[in-house]
């Protein structure tokens, strides 16, 4: 599976947009660009997953360029809640592997 | 999504005691499960891939007669940790895999059980 980069933290104000980037400039044809997160001590929380086009659901928007190689999650409203860390990670289509965690990117909701 | 439950959520033993952790798919059929662990301030690390019926496959690394793994059913998963040393306190959290999720098999995690090995 390709490999991703993050940022290791970023801050977010209270209501606004938290904006999360992702590289992945090694993602194959088969490969999903996959969001989760972890709040502290729990286990990780599906977000959302995407191939090519972007993706919304409840939670959050995923925006993959056309080139594919980055993608930003989009938190639209940030709570104080949404503070944790958030993983960025490709996956091969299929996904019959475990998952391969980075550092992922420690975002802060700021009151 | 698909909910994963484990059991117990915190465990605390004594050393050279064996310890089985739980992972349940609630409303799915999971003919795969996975087990990681999770070290402070690490990020999760895959142990291992537990297929129903058959033999777990193990990371390099990972002593497969320490973490007995056991999937006999579509929905359940076991680990235990056998003769467990104060080394062994971690964070232990399973995923399955649902197959129903499309395009490719989302996992999605249970909430982790926190041993302690005194």
């Known amino acids: 599976d390709a490999k991703t980069t993050q940022p290791t933290s970023m801050d977010c104000a209270e209501g606004r947009a938290a904006n999360l980037p992702c590289n992945h400039s090694?993602?194959?044809?088969?490969?999903?660009v996959y969001w989760y997160r972890q709040i502290h001590s729990q286990g990780p929380q599906y977000i959302i997953h995407?191939?090519?086009n972007n993706e919304t659901n409840e939670m959050a928007s995923l925006i993959i360029t056309e080139d594919r190689k980055s993608s930003t999650l989009i938190l639209p409203h940030a709570t104080l809640r949404d503070t944790a860390v958030y993983y960025c990670?490709?996956?091969?289509?299929?996904?019959?592997?475990?998952?391969?965690f980075g550092k992922g990117t420690h975002l802060i909701i700021q009151p | 999504g698909a909910v994963v439950s484990q059991h117990p959520s915190r465990v605390i033993c004594k050393s050279g005691t064996s310890v089985k952790i739980e992972c349940r798919s609630l409303?799915?059929?999971?003919?795969?499960m996975f087990w990681y662990r999770q070290f402070p301030k690490q990020s999760l690390m895959l142990m291992a891939t537990s297929n129903e019926g058959s033999k777990a496959t193990y990371e390099q690394g990972v002593e497969k007669d320490k973490f007995l793994i056991n999937h006999a059913s579509l929905t359940l998963s076991t680990l235990t940790v056998t003769s467990a040393h104060p080394e062994d306190s971690s964070f232990y959290i399973c995923?399955?895999?649902?197959?129903?999720?499309?395009?490719?098999?989302?996992?999605?995690f249970g909430p982790g059980t926190r041993l302690t090995v005194l």
């Open positions: 090694t993602i194959s044809g088969n490969e999903y």
């Open positions: 990670i490709v996956i091969s289509g299929g996904g019959a592997d475990g998952l391969t």
């Open positions: 995923s399955a895999r649902d197959p129903a999720s499309g395009g490719t098999d989302t996992q999605y």
């Open positions: 409303d799915f059929q999971a003919t795969t």
């Open positions: 995407g191939l090519k």
